[in-house]
């Protein structure tokens, strides 16, 4: 095992495809949009690396894979902050939502949305860049939000955070384009995963409704399209920015909001 937890690099991926050879690592790849990113690099022949505080989810899912299971909690940035992380796709994916008023947000609430969202992505970029620079080959895929090109209310940290991932997207962009290595984000409106389905109940106390009002009148109300995302159409996306295709794409942001930002 390295120094970062997971152990050294495959010679080749997980099945024959245009990206066998590639070590990709996912994080919150347990569930949700990290899962199925995971599954569908992984389909593409890449050895995927599955990175989630949720360590049994993580072993099922990198054992279903042909993959490993990197058990961390990225609160925990102090660990991050040395280690080489050995990667030539990084899926900076992990995330949580609060949703409460300014006035009542809880500070500590607000600093741990930053360390795991901003944070933590940063430093994992760090970490995976002079390795990329080494191989002349990178991509960092970060999975953003419309929220991070918009604002809504009771969202403070989760739109912040979201909103500082673009701006290092596009510096590691700018940084990593003369070594081989993209940044791009990809921002999708409201995505069928644990996350979103918990925010239901929340914005249904916040608000005073129920949540089927929440559903129709809040989270799908901008949005030309009124149905929620599904993770494999955002693990689509990422497949093809992580592939030789898309070398000349980096510094973007790619909206998939059902026409939410077209407003």
Same mark, same amino acid.
């Given at each position: 095992?390295?120094?970062?937890?997971?152990?050294?690099?495959?010679?080749?991926?997980?099945?024959?495809?245009?990206?066998?050879?590639?070590?990709?690592?996912?994080?919150?790849?347990?569930?949700?949009?990290?899962?199925?990113?995971?599954?569908?690099?992984?389909?593409?022949?890449?050895?995927?690396?599955?990175? #989630?505080?949720?360590?049994?989810?993580?072993?099922?899912?990198?054992?279903?894979?042909?993959?490993?299971?990197?058990?961390?909690?990225?609160?925990?940035?102090?660990?991050?902050?040395?280690?080489?992380?050995?990667?030539?796709?990084?899926?900076?994916?992990?995330?949580?939502? $609060?949703?409460?008023?300014?006035? #009542? !947000?809880?500070?500590?609430? !607000?600093?741990?949305? @930053?360390?795991?969202?901003? +944070?933590?992505?940063?430093?994992?970029?760090?970490?995976?860049?002079?390795?990329?620079?080494?191989?002349?080959?990178?991509?960092?895929?970060?999975?953003?939000?419309?929220?991070?090109?918009?604002?809504?209310?009771?969202?403070?940290?989760?739109?912040?955070?979201?909103?500082?991932?673009?701006?290092?997207?596009?510096? /590691?962009?700018?940084?990593?384009?003369?070594?081989?290595? /993209?940044?791009?984000?990809?921002?999708?409106?409201?995505?069928?995963?644990?996350?979103?389905?918990? @925010?239901?109940?929340?914005?249904?106390?916040?608000?005073?409704?129920?949540? +089927?009002?929440?559903?129709? @009148?809040?989270?799908?109300?901008?949005?030309?399209?009124?149905?929620? $995302?599904?993770?494999?159409?955002?693990?689509?996306? $990422?497949?093809?920015?992580?592939? #030789? #295709?898309?070398?000349?794409?980096?510094?973007?942001?790619?909206?998939?909001?059902?026409?939410?930002?077209?407003?």
């Amino acid at each position: 095992m390295g120094p970062d937890g997971v152990a050294a690099r495959p010679g080749t991926g997980g099945s024959a495809g245009p990206l066998e050879g590639r070590r990709a690592v996912i994080t919150g790849g347990a569930s949700g949009i990290g899962a199925a990113c995971a599954r569908a690099l992984a389909g593409l022949g890449a050895y995927v690396v599955v990175a #989630d505080r949720d360590g049994d989810g993580a072993a099922a899912l990198a054992d279903e894979l042909g993959g490993e299971a990197w058990a961390v909690d990225l609160l925990d940035t102090t660990a991050l902050e040395e280690p080489a992380l050995e990667a030539d796709i990084l899926v900076n994916n992990a995330g949580i939502q $609060v949703v409460s008023p300014i006035e #009542d !947000f809880g500070p500590a609430d !607000f600093r741990r949305i @930053q360390k795991l969202m901003v +944070e933590a992505p940063f430093l994992l970029i760090r970490a995976a860049l002079p390795g990329m620079y080494e191989r002349g080959f990178g991509r960092i895929i970060n999975i953003s939000s419309v929220h991070g090109l918009r604002a809504s209310p009771y969202k403070s940290a989760y739109v912040t955070a979201k909103h500082g991932l673009e701006g290092l997207s596009k510096v /590691t962009a700018l940084e990593g384009g003369a070594h081989g290595v /993209t940044s791009n984000c990809v921002n999708p409106g409201y995505v069928r995963t644990p996350l979103v389905e918990n @925010q239901l109940a929340d914005q249904a106390r916040v608000h005073g409704i129920t949540e +089927e009002q929440v559903l129709s @009148q809040i989270m799908l109300t901008e949005s030309a399209i009124k149905r929620l $995302v599904e993770p494999a159409e955002v693990a689509s996306l $990422v497949a093809w920015l992580a592939g #030789d #295709d898309a070398g000349m794409v980096t510094g973007s942001s790619y909206v998939m909001d059902g026409g939410w930002s077209a407003r």
